[in-house]
């Protein structure tokens, strides 16, 4: 996004390792970056749509990533918020899932911080074009 505008990501893990390790690389990428460590605190950042792209992990307590970007999707006001699912899970029935759900991307636990990189700027990107 070449307008002056910080993208802000929202960070969806349960895992604080993982949340840590994501918010490090996409900060030092020059990403406004917040966190949330599970579906529901992720849908509460959520209530205030001004993300403009979500990274969110599948498996987790209270409610799975895929429910939560479900009532995303079921919302006007962050139906179209691109999300990239990040997860150890690769089944068919996952991907599926995820990709009937628009995903934007899907990466697969554990990943390099440049595959992270690129994947967020192709979806940060196609956003753009689509505005």
Not at 68 to 78: I, P
């Amino acid at each position: 996004m070449d307008d002056g505008h910080v993208a802000r990501i929202l960070v969806i893990d349960d895992d604080p390792f993982f949340r840590t390790l994501l918010r490090v690389h996409l900060t030092h990428a020059g990403y406004a970056v917040q966190v949330a460590e599970d579906a529901v605190e992720g849908g509460k950042a959520l209530l205030r749509p001004d993300f403009d792209l979500v990274i969110c992990d599948i498996n987790m307590p209270f409610m799975s990533g895929l429910e939560l970007v479900s009532l995303l999707r079921a919302s006007t006001e962050t139906a179209t918020i691109p999300v990239i699912f990040a997860s150890s899970k690769r089944d068919a029935k996952t991907l599926a899932e995820a990709e009937s759900l628009r995903a934007a991307g899907y990466l697969t636990k554990p990943f390099q911080s440049e595959q992270l990189l690129q994947t967020v700027e192709r979806c940060l990107m196609h956003r753009a074009d689509r505005m």
